[in-house]
């Protein structure tokens, strides 16, 4: 089993920045992929951005492209998602998930994910 929890959350105004935080614990050695999530009420949770296990590789959001960036720390085991530019539309709740089989990082689909922290909330002020 591997444990995900989010940090980092908050409230922002339309421009501003947050860096989210996602630390893994358990398991971690059979872990693939790293990624996030958001889920906004009323709405379908949507992929936002993938890396590697080893953060040599990222796969993003058309809609995130230039404004977030999904980084990694190995000692720390944990996946960072910095986001600027950040929009009213970008509010939701933002979900870690790993995954442990050796897919492309373009497949995008929740479903494909094997763990998930418990999200962490964004809101973003106009």
């Known amino acids: 089993q591997v444990q995900l929890v989010e940090s980092g959350g908050g409230l922002v105004q339309a421009g501003g920045s947050l860096r989210l935080s996602c630390a893994a614990s358990?398991?971690?050695?059979?872990?693939?992929?790293r990624g996030w999530f958001r889920q906004a009420p009323g709405k379908e949770r949507e992929f936002v951005a993938a890396?590697?296990?080893?953060?040599?590789?990222?796969y993003y959001a058309d809609f995130v492209k230039g404004r977030f960036i999904i980084s990694r720390d190995n000692a720390k085991n944990t996946v960072y998602l910095q986001m600027n530019s950040l929009k009213p539309e970008d509010t939701g709740v933002y979900y870690c998930?790993?995954?442990?089989?050796?897919?492309?990082?373009?497949?995008?689909?929740?479903?494909?994910?094997?763990?998930w922290g418990q999200g962490t909330q964004v809101t973003v002020s106009p």
């Open positions: 890396c590697t296990w080893s953060g040599s590789n990222t």
């Open positions: 998930a790993s995954r442990r089989a050796p897919r492309s990082l373009s497949s995008v689909s929740p479903g494909t994910y094997d763990y």
């Open positions: 358990g398991r971690t050695d059979n872990i693939y992929h």
